[in-house]
């Protein structure tokens, strides 16, 4: 009976760690929602939303990757380290291994480690990294960035490897809710924050980004576009240029109207910055 009883709880014990999984930045049921303050006048600020979720899998160079709106990503979970899919070559994401005193180094800028911590979510301890905001140069509105395992960069996913030195309107972006498994599971303690307690659904995602300058607006849609990225103005276009995340111009055009389209339907899918007039920036998503 003694043998029963411990076989049965061993059993039950079984169940009970199988159905805590810790959430992976590639599992296909993750959903990233995410707000950007745009910096305007006469408005103080408007916001900009974006929400990124499964898109698809391929396979490249015998690895397989999976999209969800801001690029092709893969994960190494024999190295703990994850990579975005640019240009034909894997840029480093995220780095599970790092320690206080080591340094993230991206493409652009250079994140030291100030703390390592840890969060529960689904009751499961996941790592948490702590950055400064200075980035070599830069200074952002933020006091530290936070980078959650299985989560990401709290900023946007790809904040790491992304150049905003031009961005001169954007502000603060940051993921408000994170998804897994179609439930909002809450980080304990909070990091940053992304308590996770909020609704993914609470700010939907627009179709259609409306940016008011001075009394003239700028309309970019569809967003996400697949086709095609159709921009009208209530002023006159004369220049677009479109860089992807890590700042390459991929288009660049001389213009005149208010009304403009631009092809994208080759282009590789994830996160592309808009501007115009050699100032208005806007990001799209290319899915």
């Known amino acids: 009976m003694k043998r029963f009883f411990l076989v049965l709880l061993f059993t039950f014990t079984q169940c009970v760690v199988s159905k805590a999984q810790k959430v992976h930045f590639t599992d296909s049921t993750n959903q990233w929602s995410e707000l950007q303050p745009i910096y305007d006048a006469p408005n103080p600020w408007i916001l900009d939303y974006s929400s990124f979720s499964y898109v698809g899998d391929t396979t490249i160079d015998s690895f397989g990757y999976r999209n969800f709106g801001f690029g092709w990503v893969r994960e190494d979970s024999i190295a703990k380290k994850v990579y975005l899919r640019e240009q034909d070559s894997d840029i480093l994401l995220m780095d599970y291994n790092l320690k206080v005193g080591d340094t993230f180094v991206g493409p652009y800028y250079q994140f030291p480690v100030l703390k390592v911590d840890s969060t529960q979510i689904n009751s499961v301890w996941h790592k948490v990294w702590y950055f400064p905001f200075y980035t070599g ?50 980080l304990l303690p909070q990091t940053g924050w992304l308590d996770n307690t909020t609704s993914c659904a609470t700010y939907p ?77 806007r990001k799209f998503v290319k899915i």
């Open 137 to 186: 140069g830069w200074y952002y509105d933020i006091d530290t960035i936070y980078v959650v395992e299985g989560v990401g960069c709290l900023e946007t996913p790809t904040f790491m490897v992304a150049d905003y030195s031009g961005c001169i309107e954007c502000g603060q972006p940051f993921i408000y809710c994170f998804s897994n498994n179609n439930t909002t599971p809450p």
């Open 205 to 281: 995602h627009l179709s259609v980004n409306t940016l008011h300058r001075s009394g003239a607006w700028i309309n970019i849609y569809p967003n996400p576009a697949t086709h095609d990225i159709n921009i009208t103005s209530s002023e006159n276009i004369t220049e677009i240029s479109i860089a992807n995340v890590l700042g390459q111009t991929v288009f660049e055009q001389k213009c005149h109207g208010k009304e403009f389209s631009v092809n994208v339907t080759s282009w590789t899918v994830g996160t592309y910055y808009l501007k115009i007039n050699g100032s208005t920036i």
